[in-house]
């Protein structure tokens, strides 16, 4: 959006700002530095002298946001930081703890006044209402969610990261179309700006399983997961791990990667919609850093022996190869990833792993982008099946997945936790996309729900890593008036595990908890 404008200031032609890092820099100092100009300021060699002007750079609107992008970019100043780039080139910046910038500047900026409303978000990120549509249509049709009584009615146990595959515009348009679906929170690429859509009380349509929908909240992140250093910018990860500590707190969610979970951790409800589930925010969304943000960085809980590991690798230096960013089949350009790729034995020239979810048929999973068949991401936790050398094998979708770990560089970190394996006597045990009740629970008028199995199994001897227990519990929201909405719950309880790239269930009854 500043292109043009930044090579006008540089003299720099466009394409030498979209393709070398000097030049980028450059342009970016030229737009900075009109900032500057444009406030009425001479330039400094004293960074408390740029408040207004780093504000102004945000590109944004209102004054809100507009300080909360130079609230953060001053914080990293007085804090200081060390990063490892894209190239593999590490990037550090001292701590200037003494700068104290005139915060009274944004006012002199001539933005609008934040327009709040009844939004629930800490006050520590600019947040905006824009409501999504309750509508009805007629033949008992209506959208985009449901009303509901949260956490009243149900626990609120997962946050749901989403990018939105579309500009910031054209999210803004899908949430309030009323035959589309919806979430509660939108967050803006450039700046880290949120809009919240829905109370939190009620129930977005936004994860695909229903089961998820009623239990969580959702967070969409403008861009595309192809494209991370145009659109997973540090504002908007800085805006969001802040929200979602708020949201965490508020619901007592645990901060870990079986409870803040991406989309594309999200299970299919059944064997026909597995293929069908979503993937993003994708193998470069910067996990380890997320969690960092978070206040809980994802480090070793456990010797390098343990029984469990927690998937951690080096995100800059982690450059697997992917194909389909631009064209299918073709690699995409080398990047930093939170994701390690699993094979069916230990070497790099082995099988990736097969997912009969996403392929029935049997075939091997791919590099694609978009394939989470043989894929475990930063911060999943997985039970250790065998070690060989600089290689280790974790349970994952009922078989040994194996991924280069070596001494020296590892990509997975010991870590505690509950593992779960069949009860004695059975040889395997189904695994759920979701934890509906048993048929009993229900109460007359509210049609039974299938408990169908995917197609996989929890084969006796495998162990999988507990997130928690739960009971049985469907959301009857079938029609457009919610008084005869109600949660049934049922006496069947189930565990949440790491079974593959994304979560399932396995009911309590037919597996022992073992300490890992």
Same mark, same amino acid.
């Given at each position: 959006?500043?292109?043009?404008?930044?090579?006008?200031?540089?003299?720099?032609?466009?394409?030498?700002?979209?393709?070398?890092?000097?030049?980028?820099?450059?342009?970016?100092?030229?737009?900075?530095?009109?900032?500057?100009?444009?406030?009425?300021?001479?330039?400094?060699?004293?960074?408390?002298?740029?408040?207004?002007?780093?504000?102004?750079?945000?590109?944004?609107?209102?004054? @809100?946001?507009?300080?909360?992008?130079?609230?953060?970019? &001053?914080?990293? =100043?007085?804090?200081?930081?060390?990063?490892?780039?894209? !190239?593999?080139?590490?990037?550090?910046?001292?701590?200037?703890?003494?700068?104290?910038?005139?915060?009274?500047?944004?006012?002199?900026?001539?933005?609008?006044?934040?327009?709040?409303?009844?939004?629930?978000?800490?006050?520590?990120?600019?947040?905006? /209402?824009?409501?999504?549509?309750?509508?009805?249509?007629?033949?008992?049709?209506?959208?985009?969610?449901?009303?509901?009584?949260?956490? $009243?009615?149900?626990?609120?146990?997962?946050?749901?990261?989403?990018?939105?595959?579309?500009?910031?515009?054209?999210?803004?348009?899908?949430?309030?179309?009323?035959?589309?679906? !919806? /979430?509660?929170?939108?967050?803006?690429? #450039?700046?880290?700006?949120?809009?919240?859509?829905?109370?939190?009380?009620?129930?977005?349509?936004?994860?695909?399983? /229903?089961?998820?929908?009623?239990?969580?909240?959702?967070?969409?992140?403008?861009?595309?997961?192809?494209?991370?250093?145009?659109?997973?910018?540090?504002?908007?990860?800085?805006?969001?791990?802040?929200?979602?500590?708020?949201?965490?707190?508020?619901? *007592?969610?645990?901060?870990?990667?079986?409870?803040? =979970?991406?989309?594309?951790?999200?299970?299919?409800?059944?064997? #026909?919609?597995?293929?069908?589930?979503?993937?993003?925010?994708?193998?470069?969304?910067?996990?380890?850093?997320?969690?960092?943000?978070?206040?809980?960085?994802?480090?070793? #809980?456990?010797?390098?022996?343990?029984?469990?590991?927690? =998937?951690?690798?080096?995100?800059?230096?982690?450059?697997?190869?992917?194909?389909?960013?631009? +064209? @299918?089949?073709?690699?995409?350009?080398?990047?930093?990833?939170?994701?390690?790729?699993?094979?069916?034995?230990? !070497?790099?020239?082995?099988?990736?792993?097969?997912?009969?979810?996403?392929?029935?048929?049997?075939?091997?999973?791919? +590099?694609? $982008?978009?394939?989470?068949?043989?894929?475990?991401?930063?911060?999943?936790?997985?039970?250790?099946?065998?070690?060989?050398? *600089?290689?280790?094998?974790?349970?994952?979708?009922?078989?040994?997945?194996?991924?280069?770990?070596?001494?020296?560089?590892?990509?997975?970190?010991?870590?505690?936790?509950?593992?779960?394996?069949?009860?004695?006597?059975? +040889?395997? $045990?189904?695994?759920?996309?979701? @934890?509906?009740?048993?048929?009993?629970?229900?109460?007359?008028?509210?049609?039974?729900?299938?408990?169908?199995?995917?197609?996989?199994?929890?084969?006796?001897?495998?162990?999988?890593?507990?997130?928690?227990?739960?009971?049985?519990?469907?959301?009857?929201?079938?029609?457009?008036?919610?008084?005869?909405?109600?949660?049934?719950?049922?006496?069947?309880?189930?565990?949440?595990?790491? &079974?593959?790239?994304?979560?399932?269930?396995?009911?309590?009854?037919?597996?022992?908890?073992?300490?890992?």
């Amino acid at each position: 959006r500043t292109l043009e404008r930044a090579s006008a200031l540089s003299g720099i032609p466009a394409e030498e700002l979209r393709s070398s890092t000097a030049a980028n820099i450059e342009g970016g100092a030229a737009l900075l530095a009109a900032a500057q100009r444009e406030a009425g300021r001479a330039p400094s060699a004293d960074p408390a002298d740029w408040y207004g002007a780093v504000a102004r750079y945000s590109g944004a609107d209102d004054t @809100a946001t507009a300080a909360a992008y130079a609230n953060d970019v &001053f914080d990293v =100043i007085r804090t200081g930081e060390a990063r490892v780039t894209d !190239s593999g080139q590490r990037v550090a910046l001292p701590a200037a703890p003494a700068v104290a910038p005139d915060t009274g500047q944004v006012a002199g900026l001539g933005l609008r006044a934040p327009a709040r409303g009844p939004v629930e978000c800490p006050t520590t990120v600019a947040c905006e /209402w824009i409501p999504a549509p309750y509508e009805e249509f007629g033949d008992g049709d209506y959208g985009n969610h449901d009303k509901a009584d949260r956490p $009243v009615s149900q626990k609120i146990d997962y946050i749901v990261v989403h990018d939105t595959e579309a500009t910031w515009d054209v999210t803004l348009k899908l949430v309030q179309d009323p035959t589309y679906v !919806s /979430w509660q929170y939108s967050l803006r690429s #450039s700046d880290g700006h949120v809009a919240q859509h829905l109370p939190l009380k009620d129930v977005g349509w936004h994860a695909g399983n /229903w089961y998820v929908n009623a239990k969580s909240v959702g967070l969409e992140h403008e861009g595309f997961l192809t494209a991370p250093d145009s659109w997973y910018t540090e504002a908007m990860y800085r805006s969001s791990a802040r929200l979602v500590r708020y949201l965490a707190k508020r619901y *007592d969610i645990p901060l870990d990667r079986q409870h803040v =979970i991406g989309h594309d951790n999200v299970p299919g409800t059944v064997t #026909s919609s597995i293929r069908g589930m979503h993937t993003d925010p994708g193998p470069y969304w910067d996990w380890a850093h997320y969690f960092r943000l978070l206040g809980r960085p994802l480090t070793p #809980s456990a010797g390098p022996r343990a029984a469990v590991v927690t =998937i951690r690798p080096e995100y800059g230096g982690n450059r697997p190869v992917y194909t389909g960013c631009a +064209t @299918a089949g073709e690699a995409c350009a080398p990047h930093g990833s939170g994701a390690v790729r699993l094979h069916t034995a230990p !070497s790099a020239d082995a099988p990736l792993v097969k997912d009969i979810g996403l392929r029935p048929g049997g075939q091997d999973s791919t +590099t694609g $982008v978009n394939d989470t068949g043989a894929r475990a991401t930063t911060g999943q936790s997985y039970a250790v099946a065998e070690r060989r050398g *600089d290689w280790t094998a974790i349970w994952y979708l009922g078989q040994k997945a194996w991924f280069h770990d070596p001494e020296a560089e590892p990509t997975a970190v010991g870590a505690r936790g509950l593992l779960l394996t069949p009860r004695e006597g059975l +040889t395997e $045990v189904p695994v759920y996309g979701r @934890a509906y009740p048993e048929a009993s629970a229900y109460p007359a008028g509210v049609p039974v729900q299938a408990v169908s199995p995917l197609p996989y199994r929890l084969l006796a001897g495998q162990r999988y890593v507990v997130g928690h227990k739960t009971p049985g519990e469907y959301y009857y929201a079938p029609v457009f008036d919610s008084a005869n909405h109600r949660v049934v719950r049922g006496q069947e309880e189930y565990y949440q595990i790491q &079974f593959g790239h994304r979560i399932a269930f396995v009911k309590a009854a037919d597996v022992r908890v073992l300490q890992g």
